[in-house]
């Protein structure tokens, strides 16, 4: 069986030195780089292609929900597995939607590391307990509200395809690329959204398009 090759993401050193470490002394596991950023790990896939990429949360440059969308759009059979100390339930969610399969915490054993990466590159979705307990309240919270949660009928069909793009962790450039508007007019439709449905932010925003099906 031919060895998973893996790529580190984490914006500290001895964290993304230590975690590669530990990793390449796991069967059946390599690991073929490291990147210090979202922006790195975006190229350093292009590059290299792993088969599963760790990677962290909040990084500078580009954080890595906006770079797993974008390395989901450019290699779809790469597997991103989220790997941070955050396990706050706006973090899981958004990095869910933009393709990452699973959501861990860095208190993770380095074998269950390795056990995860190999079940992640099968297809199969990795969760730490805390995190399944707070996706699973959050579904509860969302089958309660179904029965009387009102469609966004005041949104029009463009501004629905906006939510849309912007919940699956677009910016405003690669949404008027798409929609071959411009990314002034994304903008005022963004503005609009969050008026018109009384959100603060995207963030908000995205939990919205969620809660109502719309991804």
């Given amino acids: 069986m031919d ?31 490291t990147a210090v950023d979202g922006q790195e790990a975006v190229e350093k896939a292009a590059k290299l292609l792993p088969d599963v990429i760790l990677m962290d949360v909040r990084m500078p440059m580009l954080d890595g929900i906006a770079a797993t969308a974008l390395i989901q759009r450019q290699l779809p059979d790469c597997r991103v597995l989220m790997l941070t100390t955050f396990d706050d339930e706006e973090y899981i969610i958004r990095s869910l939607q933009a393709g990452a399969m699973g959501y861990l915490l860095k208190d993770i054993p380095a074998n269950d590391l390795a056990q995860a990466i190999r079940l992640t590159h099968s297809g199969i979705y990795q969760l730490s307990s805390s995190v399944a307990g707070k996706l699973v309240g959050r579904l509860a919270t969302r089958a309660k509200a179904e029965s009387f949660s009102v469609p966004p009928e005041d949104l029009t069909d463009r501004e629905l395809a906006v939510l849309r793009l912007l919940a699956k962790g677009a910016t405003n450039r690669e949404i008027a690329e ?12 963004v503005s609009n959204i969050l008026g018109r449905l009384g959100l603060r ?15």
């Fill in 178 to 189: 798409m929609l071959m508007v411009s990314e002034g007019t994304v903008k005022n439709h």
């Fill in 3 to 33: 060895s998973i090759r893996v790529l580190v993401v984490d914006d500290q050193r001895l964290v993304r030195e230590g975690i590669a470490s530990l990793l390449s002394i796991q069967e059946g596991i390599t690991v073929v780089g």
């Fill in 201 to 215: 932010d995207r963030v908000q925003a995205a939990i919205y398009a969620y809660d109502h099906g719309l991804v």
